[in-house]
């Protein structure tokens, strides 16, 4: 069985960080590119970062680019998102998902909330 379970989520005040994680299992987790998305209150789902198999390449939307950091622990079944300066507008629902060749799978979502 497939599942992906996200974890870290929380209150955070402005400019400050979360270190967000997503543990797989039920797949060969590292033959498989992992992603963050997230969606905020009345918007559409968007990618945040993604990750190569192997960690060769990493890449960030705008808004994510020199605050947010995906990582992935292949041992460990595990990928990462350290974010950083965060601001009222990353408050979303993150998800993680996996995806090789048009197969895809997504966790359940953890809240991530910016206020003061």
């Known amino acids: 069985q497939v599942k992906l379970v996200e974890s870290g989520g929380g209150l955070v005040q402005p400019g400050g960080s979360l270190r967000l994680s997503c543990a797989a299992s039920g797949f060969t987790f590292n033959i498989y590119s992992m992603s963050w998305y997230r969606q905020a209150p009345g918007k559409e789902r968007e990618l945040v970062a993604a990750i190569s198999s192997a960690a060769r390449v990493t890449d960030y939307t705008d808004s994510a680019k020199g605050r947010f950091t995906i990582s992935r622990d292949n041992a460990k079944n595990t990928v990462y998102l350290q974010m950083n300066d965060l601001k009222p507008e990353d408050t979303a629902v993150y998800y993680c998902?996996?995806?090789?060749?048009?197969?895809?799978?997504w966790g359940q979502g953890t809240q991530v909330t910016v206020s003061s």
């Open positions: 998902k996996a995806v090789r060749r048009g197969e895809d799978y």
